[in-house]
């Protein structure tokens, strides 16, 4: 018999302060979705074969991949606009 793996979470408590329920909710609700909470509940409603979840999976992975080709072309031209101005900078202080 296969041992199931165990997952232990914290129980979360949020407390109401000065009786404003609204920031209560908001803490609840920023809470649950940093968990994942209501992608988990998403995910569960239907049932998804493998071959979805393996194209739902690819699809991601791509725009992750993009995502990062993205930031890294971005920091390269930052760096590139850095170093010009230092060089500037420099030449401005030696007269």
């Given at each position: 018999m296969r041992k199931q793996s165990e997952i232990i979470t914290e129980s979360m408590k949020i407390y109401v302060r000065n009786n404003d329920i609204g920031k209560?909710?908001?803490?609840?609700?920023?809470k649950l979705h940093e968990e994942g909470f209501f992608k988990k509940l998403r995910d569960n409603q239907f049932y998804k074969?493998?071959?979805?979840?393996r194209r739902e999976a690819s699809r991601a992975g791509r725009s992750r991949?993009?995502?990062?080709?993205?930031?890294l072309e971005i920091r390269f031209q930052r760096?590139?606009?850095n170093q010009f101005r230092k060089k500037r900078k420099h030449q401005?202080?030696?007269?």
């Open positions: 209560a909710y908001r803490i609840l609700n920023k074969t493998k071959g979805e979840k991949w993009i995502k990062k080709q993205k930031q760096e590139e606009r401005q202080k030696r007269y």
